[in-house]
């Protein structure tokens, strides 16, 4: 819709194949078109043993393209950000695909928080700068985050998507947050594939590949999207149990590989 050409049968069938291989308990997806189109994947996935009992989708006002949420555990409250504004150049914008919030119930009377966002793209639009409004969102994003945290420091918190933006960039540096208890963690996983475990932690992996999109007229691999904790959560992170997923068939799915965070919980 709105000019977006829909994904061909085999790269619907990459993207399911994906997800098959990762078997996630939580997935965060971007660039979903409709709840139709959501609901068309989780059913080819329960088709193939694969089932996610709970789904949420922001469609947000305005956008041809949305994010997601699949879930083994129950959703217990959900916020879609897509009204909130951010002032540029004195005028009021809205985040493009706005802010997905959600509360989950994990087992042992655990909760997490998990924000979903796919922030402002690098292409070019007249209205605006697409760095200026990128970082904006990213900003305003951080701010629902340092909410959420006043009112409990001690609760686990992801914040994941794609930034269209690198490690270092200021968007990054927005979301992380400045150096002190409410900074966020960077998961970083490297990229390997479900059955490849355990690493050896020698020390090498820093320097292994952990790119996670491919832009083909430039000839670039960047990493852009991420999972980002809070400190509590960190506590919990397995890297050397998490990946970015190594799958022939990335490329037919998309120009993103899928991340992967394996995070502890017992009683």
């Known amino acids: 819709n709105q000019g977006r050409k829909p994904k061909s049968k085999q790269s619907r069938e990459a993207v399911g194949n994906a997800l098959l291989s990762m078997r ?22 329960e088709a193939q043993s694969l089932s996610y009992p709970h789904h949420i989708i922001t469609e947000t006002p305005g956008s041809p393209i949305h994010v997601a949420l699949l879930s083994r555990f129950p959703i217990t409250q959900v916020t879609h950000h897509v009204t909130n504004v951010f002032v540029l150049y004195g005028k009021a914008f809205r985040p493009s695909r706005g802010f997905l919030e959600a509360d989950l119930e ?49 609760q686990l918190m992801a914040v994941v998507g794609d ?37 050896t932690g020698s020390g090498t992996e820093k320097r292994s590949s952990a790119w996670t999109h491919f832009f083909l007229d430039e000839d670039v691999y960047s990493r852009v999207d991420f999972i980002l904790m809070n400190r509590p959560l960190s506590r919990l992170y397995r890297e050397n149990q998490s990946y970015v997923l190594d799958f022939q068939d990335w490329g037919q799915a998309s120009d993103h590989r899928a991340v992967s965070a394996t995070f502890e919980i017992s009683p």
């Open 163 to 199: 930034f269209n933006d690198g490690p270092s960039s200021q968007a990054l540096k927005f979301l992380k947050g400045p150096v002190g208890p409410t900074r966020f963690i960077d998961a970083r996983p490297i990229e390997g594939y479900p059955g490849s475990f355990p690493r």
């Open 24 to 45: 996630a308990d939580v997935v965060a997806l971007q660039e979903i078109g409709s709840e139709n189109a959501l609901m068309v994947l989780k059913q080819g996935l």
């Open 106 to 154: 994990l087992p042992y009377q655990e909760s997490l928080k998990i924000f979903v966002a796919h922030l402002k793209s690098k292409r070019p639009v007249g209205y605006a700068d697409q760095w200026d409004l990128r970082t904006r969102e990213a900003l305003l994003l951080r701010s629902l985050m340092d909410a959420r945290l006043k009112s409990d420091p001690d």
